[in-house]
């Protein structure tokens, strides 16, 4: 049901709508901050140098890092998306 949701969106705007009904301005904040933190350590960014450069709290990053590591393959693809 999500994913025809998300799809059906016909532009940008549509887009951004809908994830400002769906995802509070703090759940939409996480979710940035979690591909910038998948961006820095894909760079060969440390702990250290993603908290400062997100910038996040070393425990935000050390979660991220987990994350990261657990799923890279998956993470690398979505990154090469956003990446464009």
């Not at 994913?3 to 940008?12: D, G, P, R």
């Not at 887009?15 to 703090?26: D, V």
């Not at 690398?76 to 464009?84: I, S, T, V």
């Amino acid at each position: 049901m999500l994913y025809a949701l998300f799809q059906s969106s016909l532009s940008e705007s549509d887009f951004n709508e809908l994830l400002h009904l769906t995802f509070t301005e703090n759940e939409r904040s996480m979710m940035l901050e979690r591909w910038r933190i998948f961006e820095a350590f894909d760079r060969g960014c440390s702990q250290r140098e993603v908290a400062r450069e997100v910038p996040c709290s070393i425990v935000t990053a050390t979660r991220g890092a987990k994350v990261y590591r657990e799923n890279k393959e998956g993470v690398k693809k979505h990154l090469e998306r956003w990446r464009g």
